[in-house]
């Protein structure tokens, strides 16, 4: 499986953007980048997903480098409800599980 | 949300004791999947289902069985429990293989 590599760790203020930055050097044609995130004792939930163009939903939106090779999930404006662990998951056309690494913990101060 | 819910929601039990955790679905999905989350290991797929009697490993297997006799349960047994099984369970559901994952709360198992 092609690795992603995220910071361990970021801070935001509360109403202020977030961009977590993800690395896929491996990152194949046919992969697609998704971002799912785990709030505090809950399951992990989809946020968005991606395989060339930038895409935006409700929740945030998802830049992607013109090399594919790294991509930065947005979040506009985060609340207290954003804080959480956010993980990058590269997913190829054809794969039925996602495979998950360590995310990154994001921290919103009030 | 998606309609998943998962049972127990906490369990102890004694190593070498048969334990059985439940996922339940309203969604009709065909995809169904156990995952275990681990300190410093992420989720990693136990096993998964893509259809009632279709069952595949994944890569966490060992120590592990599961059943789907109906579309909208599927079973994950321990058939003897040891300490190394002692994790967060999470069920999740896709309408297709590929298909966005959903969820469900969690099974807190410890085995002693």
């Known amino acids: 499986d092609a690795k992603t590599t995220q910071p361990n760790s970021m801070e935001s203020n509360e109403e202020e953007p977030v961009h977590l930055p993800c690395n896929h050097s491996?990152?194949?044609?046919?992969?697609?980048i998704h971002w799912y995130r785990q709030l505090p004792s809950q399951g992990p939930e989809y946020v968005i997903h991606?395989?060339?163009s930038n895409v935006n939903n409700r929740m945030a939106s998802l830049a992607i480098a013109e090399d594919r090779k790294s991509s930065t999930l947005i979040l506009h404006r985060a609340t207290l409800r954003d804080a959480a662990v956010y993980y990058c998951?590269?997913?190829?056309?054809?794969?039925?599980?996602?495979?998950f690494g360590a995310g990154t913990t994001v921290t919103v101060r009030a | 949300d998606a309609g998943i819910t998962q049972s127990p929601r906490h369990k102890v039990t004694e190593t070498g004791t048969p334990v059985t955790l439940r996922c339940h679905q309203t969604e009709n999905h065909r995809y169904m999947y156990w995952y275990r989350q681990d300190p410093g290991h992420g989720l990693r797929l136990i096993h998964y289902s893509y259809g009632v009697k279709d069952t595949d490993k994944g890569e966490v297997s060992d120590g592990y069985s599961v059943s789907r006799s109906k579309t909208e349960d599927f079973l994950l047994t321990l058939e003897s429990a040891t300490s190394s099984q002692t994790s967060v369970y999470f069920c999740?559901?896709?309408?297709?293989?590929?298909?966005?994952?959903?969820f469900g709360p969690g099974t807190r198992l410890t085995v002693l």
């Open positions: 491996t990152i194949s044609g046919t992969d697609y």
């Open positions: 991606g395989l060339t």
């Open positions: 999740a559901i896709s309408d297709s293989g590929t298909d966005t994952q959903y």
């Open positions: 998951i590269l997913r190829g056309s054809n794969d039925y599980k996602l495979s």
